[in-house]
Structures are given as structure tokens and as C-alpha cells.
């Protein structure tokens, strides 16, 4: 068994709002740059290259992020693009069904995005040792042997080994409380659940097909029926009828070919504040910090967790056993054996409408991102930053006039047919109607200052007319 007759599987879906206000819907923890300015998909996809090329699932919404991070990570990336999130099993169904119609028993490696798994050579080593169970008909999951009573994790209990070090699935459980927990840590048969799996095409499919058939003929639909888009890969027919489960209850649940491997080194999930605070830098007296290291100052604190930003100075005082997490339009203060409550603050925030429960401020774009500094009635102020060589769509709003002014490197302006540079500390005026699009030819990043005026600011006044990331509604 060589690396090369593995193709690894990303699944980048999830919202990560256990790390709120950090991670949001809008922009999950997979993509945030967390650990040295690399963000966990990026570490992901480095860890994974050396098998060559990579399948990832993903959605509309989150394609570019995914890109970008390839593109970073210098590596080949074809994305099956999910048109709604439904779960583990129907993407891992897409997976199987795309990869069986090359070779039917090519061996998949699915790899959530957001885990933090620092020793890829070990990585690499713990699959091929394993691999070999996989093409035998297998499916072969990983369990991480627990280090405390944590009620975070699924757990697998395992069976009869069949193997050095491998046992046959026994059970799939889930978070249990404080108790069970206990009992799971002592019984020396349980392991924490990493969701990572490695399993034939044709077994999988097999397999969702005998359990779940009314997903297996919607995702197999889907994929007969795709359309390619570049590297971009859009299932078609009737992927809504999948119904939208976990592979565990699923399949592994069910399944007798179940083969449970011993996980090889570190591993976590990076499921909450304090198992983030692991990627952090380590002060005395257990304090860490996040972020943007130099606003922060720690005097007197014991086992304070802070994520700082380029915004403002944080200080704490005499503090002890909590996790603050300041970002630019919302502030977490929390003891730090809560932080696991955070989701459920998150969901009544989402049903009070609070915008902050699922956008950040910074909205990333294909083409770069905008912040939202100040807004009123009648007028929004945004700053905007253009990758080198992106460019906006050509659009027009029917509600407000813009004003640009360029603060750093160069932009390209077409308005109404006419084309003209603009330099640092120059602007221009985008009148309401007019057709408009900028450009950043240059070799650094643009940055403007956009001030939005008229009776009507929201995002869906915009009339898209071309657009080079797709954009433009069909």
C-alpha cells in the first residue's frame, strides 16, 4: 500500500459556535487563522498533501475561503459543492459516489477541516498502517484514548481485537455526562470518537446504500447528474432528499465491518475556548493568550484565557478561572467551566435576531473582505481590502452613492464606461445608478474607505452584471 492509492477527503462544513464570537456562521473556525497565521484548514490540507490530490465538500457560501486556503497550502483541490448542509452522511455519500466512478475500491480518507493535528509524519504513518484493514472491506475509524472524564466527545467502545492495536467496533456512543464519563475513562475499553475514517469507495456506498437508501439514490442522483465548474463540482437532481444525518447513526452505528484504530499522537478538535487555548502562547500562573499578543497585559491572573485584537488594550486584574475573547463588535467574558454553555447563548442570540450570533463585522469576500466601521440611517463607512489582482463585480445600486478614497496601494475604477487610476489619498464618486466596478491591479493589497449615502444601505442592493466568481443569480 503506497500514500498515493489514498485520496483524502476534507469535509468543511460545521459553524464552530462553541468559539463564539471568534467563530460564526458567516466565517467558521476552520478558516480563521488560529495557530502561526495559518488557519486549521490550511494545516489540514498541509498535513494531507503528500497524498496527493484532495477531495473536499464544502458549500456555495464557504468556496472561496476553501480555495484560498488551498492555494496557500500548494495543493490540488476539487470541491463537490453540497447545495444545503446535510450533515456527515449524505457529503460523505457525494464522496463515495464521485470517487467509485474512477475506481470503484480507490480507498477514501475522510478528514474533518478544524482539528489540530501537529505531527503529520505520525499522521501519514497511523493511516497506512491501517490502510490495509480498509482495502480488505473495511470501514476503519480512529479513536483517541482519552486523557480525563470529557463530556465534549463521542466515545467508541471497542471489542475482540482483530489486529496489532486495531479491535472491532463495539459500540458508538454518545457525550456522555460527568458520571459516565468516569466510568469510560477507567474502563481502559473506551476511546474518544476523532471522526476521521478510512474506508473503500464501493464499501461505503454499499454501505449507506443497505441503511440509509433513500439518501444513498439522492446523493448517487446528484452525482450523475453534476455539472463541473472549473474545479468546482455542482451535484444536481434531487441531493434535497437526502436525509440530513451523522454518518455515525448513520452507518457506523450499524454497520458489523467496523474496525476501530488506535489514534497516534496528538490530537483535538479545538471544540471549545479551553481546548483552544492549547494553540495559544503560555504565560505563568496558566494564563494563555490568543490573537494579537501585544494588547494584551495579564497582572495578577491565574488560568485567564484572552484573545486580543488590534483594536484596543485589554487588561485583566486579579481575574482566575476565566476566558475572555474580545473581538470588534462583540465581547465574551466567561468562567472558564462554562465555555461549553457558549453554543446555547449563541442559538437564543440567533432567535432574537442578534446579527453578531452569526456575522462578524469583517465580512470575507473572494476578492478580499470589508469592515463595517460606523453607520447611521443615512450612511455607512466601510474599509475595504482588494487582494492583488481581484477584482469586484460590475454592479450598480439603485439606492445609495458611494465615495472612495484609497489609503494604500492602487485601484483600477471603471464608473459608467470610463476607466481611470486611482493613487493613495485620491477618491472618487459613485453616483446612485451608476455602473461601477473596482480593480486592484497592483502587487500589494488595496485599501479604501467606502462611505455609503442614500435612503436604502442594505447588502441586496446590489445589481450584479458580471462577475468572475459566479455570483450573478442564473
Not at 9 to 14: A, E, Q, R, T
Not at 64 to 75: D, P, Q
Request: hydrophobic letters at 40%; proline letters at 5%; aromatic letters at 8%.
Amino acid at each position: 500500500m503506497t500514500i498515493k492509492e489514498i485520496t483524502p477527503v476534507v469535509l468543511c462544513g460545521g459553524s464552530g459556535t462553541r468559539l463564539w464570537p471568534l467563530s460564526r456562521k458567516g466565517f467558521p473556525k476552520q478558516f480563521i487563522p488560529v495557530y502561526h497565521g495559518k488557519s486549521l484548514l490550511q494545516l489540514t490540507f498541509e498535513r494531507l498533501s503528500s497524498f496527493g490530490n484532495i477531495l473536499a465538500l464544502s458549500g456555495e457560501e464557504h468556496r472561496f475561503f476553501v480555495e484560498e486556503a488551498a492555494e496557500k497550502s500548494k495543493v490540488n483541490l476539487t470541491q463537490i459543492l453540497e447545495p444545503i448542509a446535510r450533515d456527515t452522511a449524505p457529503a460523505m455519500a457525494l464522496a463515495a459516489c464521485h470517487a467509485r466512478q474512477e475506481n470503484p475500491e480507490s480507498i477514501l480518507l475522510f478528514c474533518p477541516a478544524d482539528h489540530f493535528i501537529p505531527d503529520n509524519d505520525l499522521f501519514r504513518k497511523m493511516v497506512l498502517e491501517a490502510a490495509y484493514y480498509a482495502k480488505s472491506g473495511n470501514i476503519v475509524t480512529f479513536g483517541v484514548r482519552p486523557t480525563s472524564p470529557s463530556t465534549a466527545y463521542g466515545y467508541i467502545e471497542t471489542g475482540d481485537e482483530v489486529g496489532p492495536g486495531i479491535w472491532k467496533s463495539a459500540k458508538f456512543l454518545e457525550k456522555p455526562d460527568h458520571e459516565t464519563a468516569m466510568a469510560f475513562l477507567s474502563s481502559g475499553k473506551h476511546l474518544w470518537n476523532a471522526g476521521i475514517f478510512l474506508v473503500r469507495a464501493d464499501v461505503l456506498a454499499d454501505a449507506i446504500a443497505r441503511f440509509e437508501p433513500q439518501t444513498f439514490d439522492a446523493c448517487s442522483d446528484a452525482i450523475a447528474s453534476a455539472q463541473l465548474d472549473g474545479h468546482f463540482l455542482r451535484p444536481g437532481g434531487q441531493f434535497k432528499d437526502a436525509m440530513a444525518k451523522s454518518i455515525d447513526y448513520a452507518v457506523m452505528e450499524r454497520a458489523e465491518n467496523v474496525l476501530v484504530a488506535p489514534f497516534q499522537g496528538v490530537w483535538s478538535d479545538v471544540g471549545s475556548w479551553n481546548a483552544m487555548s492549547d494553540l495559544g502562547t503560555k504565560l505563568q500562573n496558566g494564563n494563555c493568550v490568543l490573537g494579537v499578543e501585544e494588547n494584551v497585559r495579564m497582572v495578577n491572573s491565574e488560568n485567564t484565557v484572552v484573545h486580543g485584537t488590534d483594536r484596543r488594550l485589554i487588561v485583566t486584574l486579579g481575574t482566575k478561572d476565566l476566558v475572555v475573547i474580545d473581538t470588534p463588535d462583540a465581547l465574551l467574558v466567561s468562567a472558564s467551566a462554562e465555555v461549553e454553555a457558549i453554543k446555547n447563548v449563541v442559538r437564543d442570540l440567533a432567535a432574537e435576531n442578534h446579527g453578531q450570533a452569526l456575522d462578524h463585522r469583517r465580512v470575507a469576500r473572494p476578492w478580499g473582505d470589508y469592515d463595517s466601521i460606523d453607520h447611521s440611517d443615512r450612511y455607512q463607512v466601510k474599509r475595504i481590502t482588494v487582494k492583488p489582482g481581484a477584482q469586484l463585480s460590475l454592479q450598480r445600486h439603485h439606492h445609495r452613492a458611494e465615495h472612495w478614497i484609497v489609503v494604500k496601494g492602487s485601484a483600477l475604477v471603471t464608473c459608467d464606461g470610463k476607466k481611470f487610476l486611482l493613487g493613495e489619498n485620491q477618491s472618487t464618486y459613485i453616483p446612485v445608478g451608476a455602473v461601477h466596478r473596482m480593480e486592484n491591479p497592483g502587487k500589494i493589497p488595496l485599501e479604501l474607505i467606502e462611505v455609503q449615502s442614500g435612503s436604502y444601505l442594505g447588502e441586496d442592493d446590489i445589481e450584479r452584471l458580471d462577475d468572475v466568481y459566479g455570483r450573478i443569480p442564473e
